[in-house]
């Protein structure tokens, strides 16, 4: 895109939240019932969790190659958290919104407010949990969490919280199932709006005279 401040056909949605709020789960929830709507994989200096695969939840880089694809400013934005690098392809974004992809993206709060600045248009969600005891509660049923790293994740989640404020839409993730459809209703009142409207609907809006 050669204007970053040209709203592309595609809408961009950018889902925050701090560690153990469910902000995974919720976006994985989400895209299995919006078949319109894709997510964007980013790079992470991190190793794999689990069940997690390159290419999936994340593109698994060493911290040289990350650092590599900064020098080349691969990334549209990157940021630090826990003590590892996460990034977004520039390169990925652009062309999912050119071709008129809804995408959504989950990242950190600074990698939000980074990616707000270069696309005006994105829609900005955090995800909150309902409680600080809650938040402890959930990192600790992840069960392969430890103690002083359940402290660092609290403290980290204090000053992540704070930043709701400059997000657009925040999310209260206290019952699963209505944080999904607080989720959804934010993806189709996005989709409802005039401009998007006039994207997708082109012919009923010429019928109507309503094309300059």
Known sequence: MNDPHQEPPGSLFVVAAPSGAGKSSLVKALLEIEAKLSVSVSHTSR???????????????????????IAEQAFVEWAEVHGNLYGTSRAGIE????????????????????????????????????SWQ??????????DTEPEVIERRMSAARNEVAQAKHFDFVVVNAL???????????????????AAQ??????VFRDLDLCD
């Open 47 to 69: 190793a794999p969790r689990g069940q997690e695969q390159d290419g999936r939840e994340y593109h698994f880089v060493s911290r040289d190659r990350f650092q590599a694809l």
């Open 95 to 130: 062309a999912r919104l050119a071709q008129g992809e809804d995408t959504v993206l989950e990242i950190d709060y600074q990698g939000a407010l980074q990616i707000k600045r270069l696309f005006p248009s994105a829609v900005l969600i955090f995800i909150l949990p309902p």
């Open 134 to 143: 809650e938040l402890r509660q959930r990192l600790m049923r992840r069960g």
């Open 176 to 194: 699963f199932e209505t944080a999904l459809f607080d989720l959804k209703s934010i993806v189709h009142a996005q989709r409802l709006k005039y």
């Open 198 to 203: 006039l994207r997708h609907r082109s012919t």
